[in-house]
């Protein structure tokens, strides 16, 4: 790839380009009332700054556009990614017992980066599904290439009841992917603030969103908006125009799944409002270079304290081994997780770290 053309495809990344507004060719949605969302006692919603979201943290700050761009552009894996990544080995998944689930079996298969598919209490959810080839915009075409496959064909999916998206990140909401799931499965698709309309606009119409401290339930889960501590925005326009945020899913079990995020205090506050928690689903890829990284993305020390802070009787680390986004090395992230796990003496059977495809109970 030329400089130039090295240029161009970071500057569309980082700064965004329009991905399209065409209706998606979806099936009529039935006739269905949507689910009521409910707010959660002793809960805040979200608060601006103008037109923009803000987070929770009042010292939160973020490095500059240039400076993304800048170390994007000399550091990112992205650009060397024949030499420094390699795709990771795959589990071979039952898809008989995905496709029979269970009215009391309670399983986490991880995807691929934040896509993790879980089956709790009869019920079958995605979070923050993307099949993608590659991670940007105009649905794909250009931007971060994938270099580990999805560890299940998105053709051998079981039925999907319901899709949680964290934020309009493209590594997060991938066009191409809702496209599909909706037209296939037709799902309830449960998202943050701002992003109905964007999936309206695609012709996806069985959505409802939630502010922080909101909640609906969906076949007998509650799923609760809860808050993360990162951003959002697919152009230079829209940067903070849509809400980010981590989810809890509680039936017979609980579940958390932080989306992206920094480390903040949401996560004890999670904790004690609605834990403990059975399974926490937190990235540990993404924190290179930490001075850009650290207040949107945390690193797997990080991990280890918001499982902690959340009172997770296991935390399944992802966001990582899929897409090659940041500096450090693809396979460092589990490595370190183990490793802080050991120095803080805790079991280490309450880290996983699963093959793409890997399903496990718990």
């Given at each position: 790839?030329?400089?130039?053309a ?19 060719a979806?099936?009529?949605p ?19 700054a ?5 987070n ?34 795959l ?5 008989a ?26 019920v ?21 290439r ?5 560890g ?35 799902p ?42 990162h ?78 802070d959340?009172?997770a ?12 986004l ?14 802080e ?19 496990r109970?718990w």
């Amino acid at each position: 790839m030329s400089r130039r053309a090295t240029l161009l495809v970071a500057a569309l990344l980082l700064l965004g380009s329009g991905d399209g507004y065409s209706r998606a060719a979806t099936a009529a949605p039935p006739d269905l009332p949507l689910p009521v969302s409910h707010a959660v006692a002793g809960s805040r919603p979200a608060e601006h700054a103008g037109a923009a979201y803000k987070n929770v943290d009042p010292e939160y700050g973020r490095a500059s556009y240039w400076a993304r761009l800048h170390s994007l552009l000399v550091g990112g894996t992205w650009l060397f990614t024949e030499h420094r990544v390699t795709p990771l080995p795959l589990a071979t998944p039952d898809l008989a017992a995905l496709h029979r689930g269970s009215r009391r079996g309670t399983t986490v298969t991880w995807i691929g980066h934040s896509s993790v598919l879980v089956q709790l209490d009869g019920v079958t959810f995605l979070t923050d599904p993307t099949w993608a080839q590659r991670s940007g915009p105009f649905s794909g075409r250009i931007g971060v290439r994938r270099y580990t496959p999805p560890g299940i064909p998105f053709e051998e999916l079981p039925r999907i009841d319901f899709v949680l998206i964290s934020h309009d990140h493209y590594d997060h909401l991938d066009e191409p992917t809702v496209r599909r799931l909706a037209r296939r499965f037709d799902p309830l698709f449960i998202v943050p603030m701002g992003i109905k309309a964007w999936l309206g606009d695609r012709g996806i119409t069985r959505v409802i969103e939630l502010d922080w401290g909101e909640s609906t339930t969906v076949h007998g889960l509650n799923v609760v908006c809860m808050p993360a501590q990162h951003g959002s925005g697919r152009t230079a326009l829209d940067q903070g125009r849509r809400l980010w945020s981590a989810w809890a899913v509680l039936g017979s079990k609980r579940f958390y799944f932080a989306g992206d995020s920094g480390y903040y205090r949401h996560f004890k506050e999670a904790g004690d409002a609605l834990g403990p928690f059975d399974l926490a689903a937190l990235p540990i890829g993404s924190y290179t270079p930490r001075e850009i990284a650290r207040p949107v993305h945390i690193s797997p020390e990080e991990a280890v304290q918001a499982g902690l802070d959340l009172r997770a009787t296991h935390i399944l680390g992802v966001h990582w081994g899929t897409f090659a986004l940041a500096r450090e090395p693809y396979d460092e992230p589990p490595r370190r997780l183990a490793a802080e796990v050991e120095r803080r003496h805790l079991d280490p059977a309450t880290a996983w770290v699963l093959e793409p495809g890997e399903t496990r109970a718990w």
